[in-house]
């Protein structure tokens, strides 16, 4: 029979950290604190495995589970000498999920499981205080009847505000013993009426309950959104913890506290966390009460009452805990503790979430203390989190002239860094609803929940008055790696109202704001953003690199980087300034210069049309030699801009008819302009109306019926070329035809493309070195792979459009379906975000294989979107891809993405701590 | 060094009829003829690979070549005693194409090559005939400048008619010898002019010359046209045929004809043909002069000037030869030959082109005269010609009434067999035009030639008041499988005017009229067209079977291909009466039951809107509730139609907003039954706008996100077939999930699909034997298949879609560059005719074999339109499917397709003679 179940307790436990697929993130992790000594409360963990049993069996819990628990329940009342639903002093413990990836606030958590009305009195005997027996007893009924009953959590808050209103109470602190035992009858009242059964008495029945509850919880649609978010698979399961309770609400000599070993938004080497004393469990990271420091430092010195200062016994094993951590785990730990009179438990131990600017600075101080090295560093930093150092930023002058205009309206914890400027929306809901109008939402709120998902997703930064670093905006916001301030307590907000209040300013939804992730500061009105540190090195040259330690560090990762990896990173970019900025963050070229983005500008699109509208050859051709001097200027800047590096260019690629007017108005000038009749050209563009467009007249299909717009391209691309050549620039431009799904496609308008190049040569005696290949972006030229790459000098994968094929999938519409197909786990990830390995990859690994079996050494790349996505990107190196081109922007992402893809390769699974 | 041309002379050839590919049709056969010691004139042929290597290298002869023409000439003087441009008698040769399938009108021929100004002396004194020489030469310059110059016929025409009135001639033959020297001399000074150099003089240059423009002719408009048509491959390449001349036109004792050795229209086994006596080359195929029959037998006895009658010797020569021929090759052949001065010459054989009705009865008759095997049969039939005797004919009563009534306007030769009616056309070009807009055409021309060819395929009959059975138009027209009728001599058709003139009656283009080309009757106005015989005894049961003979070899046929076909054909039917139709002709089952068609009726739009204009769920099963009892009935009429077969029901495929009105009248109409306002309806229609619906919310991505439609469908279908069952018919329905890319898309809607056919089940207590399974359309589908065929009961290829997405082509769009890109042979084929094997086919394959590594055994079919075409079914049959579905009409072709594809695989290119 497996092993379902899997125990710790006293220094020794069944599992270790090593096990996180068996027990969860969180269950491996004790057991491995339980090893090292470090106190932890005893318990034990069931596996995953059950989990997914009992999903498979339709609900059933896993023959042989029943007996583990059992086992298990009774080496725990050995371990701790109590027993469970004993009525002199119960076993009491808490159930906990625990999956291998962590989800904040996803699961669901029970506390004080095991009470009832005999066990409450025997926790009242043996702790001495009654009515703290009866206050848990009363938290359990809520928790317990919320999660595996069913029972809303505000049907028991109306009947503790009607108790506390009829005891004249302010606080539930007033409530007496005798009260709150009242209040339980009630409460079981309450469950029975609700629930239509009565709760549970048998401690054991509730335990079968609560686990079965949190595998449920597994499959709640906050946790499905968020693995869906982070696209984390739906069949691993969550394992259970039980584990016996300790009590941090046992009165002044107690506390509960959630920390990280280090900052986790400036990655600043202090001890950073908060706590609540006389408090239980989830009380700080929910974000009801504004928790204290746990370090004199972390508060800058200023803020008093921290843990250091009022426990100073318990904050020193703390430290020397945190301590021994960080050297056991080599990294930043996110911890979750409680003191029980006095005593320390660790409850929990992970990984902790950082931003990519701490990420970086977390890596690089443990590397130079010796505990990591190079690799480990590189793995550290996660590539999408490198686009937080290229964020945006406020203008310190901006910033300077809001504060003396009083436009500071508050200032919180800076949870999230990055600047971010936008209109105000007080409910996930408006934030969905406006982003997807196209505005740029900061989402408001007093503190956020899982509910908020959907809005922090929507919003370009989050901003809330209560809660602190550890709380679930400042946590969700930075996984997200979006700006937030959190804890801003000086702001008033008012949802229902719509309506937000600080410093004697009112702000309606719609108001403009502005926060700084960085500082905390919340300013009225939208400041303009501006570049980041590293882009203010790099790009604008407008900052010194010595001066900048962030840059040194930034350079150094990019520079281990590019010597890790071996797919090269261009980028895709249309304009010198493009070409220039993703040169300056590390593009070793472009694999995607787009022609039609030239085609649209103001002063060509007037000769663009001209050419469309031609009735024969010879006017189309007078129109298109008005292109070719422009064109030819296009190709010189961008030549200049990546002088020595390759160049690819796209042929027209776009349908004509993108190119024409939509509106009768706009025809009507069109034809005055053209001197034609107006109805000409409508009836012109109603030809060109194509029924399925991203399958019709486009790409290489245009080049062989119109080939004088493709012979006018390459002339412009060839004597800018030899221009630039003249001047001293190394120019490797590579000719590339859309859209090929036949091998006489290709030959017939590489044969033309060659000539004109030929031809070119000659006149201009420059001899410029040039390749003619092909864009794979149609199922079929994977499929004749061979015969193509016996022809075309390169092959470069156009994955956006061999999507949209492959899947049958239009991009313009598969927002309709999507969302649903995302939700029901039809699709793990949107294909068009990171590429599907099974279909679209399977066709990108036979284009390359076969494509190379056409041409040995044959160049191979891919320019669609994915090339900045780094599972992609993974993907990419895996098959043997030469390079990936992306955005300018995601150029630093794919970089590093490359540089973790050969680790991986070379891996073997070693920490790569030094 | 390559051997480059064959000789073949006095009973001894070097090549023979194997060896098309190298000396095409032609040549091979007349290297054939000689060594059966038939009389041919001497000569050699120049090989296809000549030709190819003469284009590989841009219009250079292929090295070599000099030297063996010259060789192969000196042997022809030889074998003739004469020498090529002789001043005393000279060699003189023709000059012939010939491709290795026959082409006919395609390819241009020179005929008495080798004259000059003295050899044309040594002609009419070895003749003694010096008007004969000179007419020959007149002839000879006229046709060279024309095809080697470039000179239009016409200049030359002119010339002649100017002479013919100086001199008062009423014909060409009234012209005295020094007439036509003193034209000679005009004609070569005409070619100075227009083509800017002297006729070449120099009998080897003339040569020279016309090898390269018969080389040059291959690549012709008229003959990549005739090549797109028929899918024969560009790079073939044709042959030359060098041949010694032979005159038919030196007296009365001369003649020239073209025979078949049995009817081609018909099958009857009777020598029939045509001659002109004292009449060189092409004069009979050309249609000028209407020919006399050849037998008497073939002109029923009552048209004097026989052959037979005229010279009897030569005719039983040339019966004698016939007997050979036919005996040697085991077909009808197709001959040409010449008389001189009472000697008998072979020009030509080859096999004939026939229709489909003559093909039958001739595979039949010789079967039964035991000279080929069943085997044979089966390979004689071309599948696509079955059409022909399922095409429609006359009702006898509408004729008798037509005839009754003076319409009967002439009666032609029956040259292609069915009856057509439509709107009268004069030229190919309008032809064209009224096609495009959907009219059903005749095609009337005086004659056709070879630029009438678009004409043609776009016409549904062709109809000519010129020319015999050979004629050009009848030959196309037969290879067509079109109805045709020509030399209806009592027609005068004027083209310039548009007018045509028959027995006092004037038409205009479109006019109505009706041909019978089983008769060669043209009548006037449209008559209604009817089943054909086969159609009668299957469809109609208005005739016995034994009273039809053409049935009984229909059947025996269709027997022998059913007994020798591994692939099943199924069909694609929506209706209880197309599923009867199909099942007459051979259906065994359907393969493709589209239920949107279902929805489009009359009595179902409105609630099928109603549906899709549903605001919600509930309202939406409203909606389908009132559509379900329909879609029941639907199903039970066609399972009851399919008693027995099975049934592949596709659910919904289409996207919803296919079936909404498009016009703002027709939405306010709609509102109004809708009782909504019309702004309501347009804005929902707008909402489901889609740039790509061909790859937007369709198929089971509707399954997915609407559940309850296909809920619906799903009870329609089990309750139909529980119904069906109750009364004694078998029901094997098949329940098929179009547009499936993903495991889950289809995992999820078959899930759903079964618990409704289990709830039928449990309610009705009938048990149906049910499948569900899946379309393979998508490109992803088949990169999946193996993890679709684990969970899919069958797989259908829908080969259109898969075309579409493969190739990134919408059938829509396709039409604005498809043309250019079968002109250019970047295809071969369009792509949605023929499966394309390369692309989709690997695609198929893949599908096919991985499919059943998921599932052994698994059940394969194809249902797109690709069903029904031969080369695509015998593709089919190579990859393994089960069975192919087709439209009704083409199941015999398909059946005969699978025989021949089952038989090409036993195949080793056996013969199949008895």
Redesign the interface.
């Known amino acids: 029979m497996d092993k379902l179940v899997y125990f710790f307790a006293n220094g020794a436990a069944e599992g270790n950290a090593g096990m996180k697929d068996v027990l969860g993130g969180k269950g491996a992790n004790l057991a491995e604190m339980t090893n090292l000594g470090i106190p932890v409360p005893p318990g034990f963990t069931i596996s995953t495995r059950a989990c997914v049993r009992y999903f498979e069996a339709d609900g059933k819990m896993p023959e042989g589970l029943e007996e583990q628990v059992k086992r298990a329940l009774a080496g725990l009342e050995k371990a701790q000498g109590k027993r469970f639903g004993d009525e002199s002093d119960p076993l009491l413990v808490s159930v906990r999920s625990g999956a291998k990836f962590s989800m904040p606030g996803m699961m669901d958590t029970i506390l004080n499981l095991g009470l009832n009305d005999r066990a409450v009195e025997g926790l009242a005997r043996a702790g001495g205080d009654r009515r703290f027996a009866f206050d848990s007893y009363r938290r359990f009924i809520q928790m317990y009847a919320d999660v595996v009953l069913g029972v809303k959590k505000q049907e028991f808050e109306h009947l503790l505000v009607a108790m506390k209103r009829a005891r004249h109470a302010r606080h539930d602190t007033d409530l007496s013993a005798g009260d709150l035992e009242a209040l339980v009858r009630r409460y079981k009242e309450k469950v029975r009426k609700a629930a239509g059964r009565p709760f549970p008495e048998d401690p054991r029945e509730q335990l079968w309950g609560a686990i079965a509850a949190v595998f449920r919880s597994w499959m709640n649609e906050r946790a499905r959104i968020y693995r869906r978010q982070y696209a984390i698979p739906d069949d691993l399961g969550t394992a259970v913890n039980v584990q016996c309770m300790v009590f941090g609400n046992l009165g002044e000599d107690c506390a509960t506290g959630v920390a990280f070993t280090r900052n986790p938004a400036t990655g600043e080497n202090v001890f950073y966390g908060e706590y609540l004393p006389n408090a239980q469990g989830e009380d700080v990271v929910a974000g009801i009460r504004t928790p204290r420091p746990i370090s004199r430092a972390q508060a800058g010195g200023d803020a008093g009452g921290s843990l250091e200062e009022t426990m100073p016994r318990c904050f020193a094993q703390l430290l020397e805990i945190r301590g021994r951590l960080e050297a056991h785990y080599k990294d930043m730990q996110d911890i979750e503790f409680t003191i029980e009179r006095g005593r320390l438990y660790m409850l929990q131990t992970r990984t902790g979430k950082r931003t990519g600017l701490a990420a970086l600075h977390i890596a690089f101080d443990l590397h130079e203390a010796g505990v990591i090295d190079r690799k480990a560093v590189l793995q550290r930093v996660e590539p999408d989190m490198l686009v937080q150092l290229l964020a945006p930023i406020f203008d310190t002058r901006d910033k300077e002239r809001a504060r003396r205009e009083g436009r500071v309206l508050a200032k919180g914890l800076p949870a999230g860094p990055g600047a971010a400027s936008g209109v105000v929306a007080f409910s996930a809901k408006r934030a969905v609803e406006m982003a997807g109008k196209g505005a740029r939402v900061l989402l408001v709120r007093a503190e956020t929940s899982p509910e908020d998902l959907a809005g922090m997703v929507a919003a370009v930064g989050i901003l809330t008055s209560r809660g602190g670093m550890t709380s679930h905006a400042a946590v969700v916001a930075r996984g997200m790696g979006k700006p937030c301030v959190v804890g801003a307590e000086a702001l008033l907000v008012d949802p229902d109202a719509g309506r937000l209040r600080a410093a004697g300013k009112v702000l309606k939804e719609g108001d403009a704001l502005s926060i700084d992730g960085s500082t905390g500061e919340v300013i009225l009105g939208a400041l303009d953003t501006h570049p980041s540190e590293v882009q203010q090195v790099l790009v604008r040259r407008a900052l010194k690199a010595e001066r900048s330690p962030l840059y040194r560090r930034y350079a150094a990762l990019m520079e281990w980087a590019d010597a890790t990896r071996r797919l090269k990173i261009r980028t895709n970019a249309d304009t010198p300034h493009d070409a220039a900025v993703a040169r300056a963050f590390g593009a070793e070229g472009i694999g995607l210069c787009r022609t039609e983005h030239m085609f649209f500008a103001e002063d060509r699109i007037a000769a663009v049309r001209e050419m469309i509208l031609s009735e024969d050859v010879s006017q189309r051709r007078r129109a298109l030699s008005k292109l070719l001097p422009m064109q030819r200027r296009d190709f010189a800047g961008i030549f200049k801009a990546m002088d020595g590096l390759p160049v690819t260019i796209r042929l027209l690629d776009p349908p004509l008819h993108e190119f024409l007017p939509t509106q009768p108005e706009q025809f009507r000038k069109l034809a005055r302009e053209m001197r034609v009749p107006a109805r000409t050209l409508e009836e012109k563009a109603a030809q060109l109306h194509?029924?399925?467009?991203?399958?019709?007249?486009r790409g290489c299909?245009l080049g062989?019926?119109f080939p004088e717009i493709y012979d006018m391209q390459a002339r412009a691309i060839f004597e800018a070329a030899a221009q630039c050549v003249k001047k001293g620039i190394r120019v490797l431009p590579e000719v590339m035809i859309p859209?090929v799904?036949?091998v006489?496609?290709f030959t017939?308008i590489a044969a033309r493309t060659r000539a004109i190049a030929e031809e070119v040569h000659r006149r201009t005696r420059i001899a410029v070195p040039y390749l003619v290949g092909t864009m794979i972006?149609?199922?079929?030229a994977c499929?004749?792979a061979e015969a193509v790459g016996r022809e075309a000098e390169f092959f470069s994968f156009g994955t956006n459009?061999l999507t949209?094929?492959?899947?049958?999938?239009?991009r313009?519409?598969v927002g309709?379906?999507l969302g649903?197909?995302l939700e029901?786990?039809?699709?793990r990830r949107d294909p068009f975000q990171g590429i599907?390995e099974?279909?679209?990859g399977?066709?990108v690994r036979m284009g390359v294989e076969e494509g190379r079996r056409g041409r040995a050494g044959l160049k191979v790349g891919v320019c669609g979107e994915h090339g900045g996505d780094p599972e992609s990107v993974a993907f990419f190196h895996r098959v043997g891809l030469d390079y990936a081109s992306c955005s300018p922007y995601r150029v630093p992402v794919a970089r590093l993405a490359a540089a973790q893809a050969a680790l991986a390769e070379q891996g073997g699974g070693g920490s790569g701590t030094a």
């Open positions: 194509e029924a399925n467009p991203m399958l019709g007249h299909r062989v019926t859209l799904g036949t006489r496609e017939d972006e149609i199922p079929r499929l004749i459009d949209q094929m492959t899947y049958g999938y239009s313009d519409d309709k379906f649903a197909y029901r786990r039809i699709l599907d099974e279909g679209v399977r066709l």
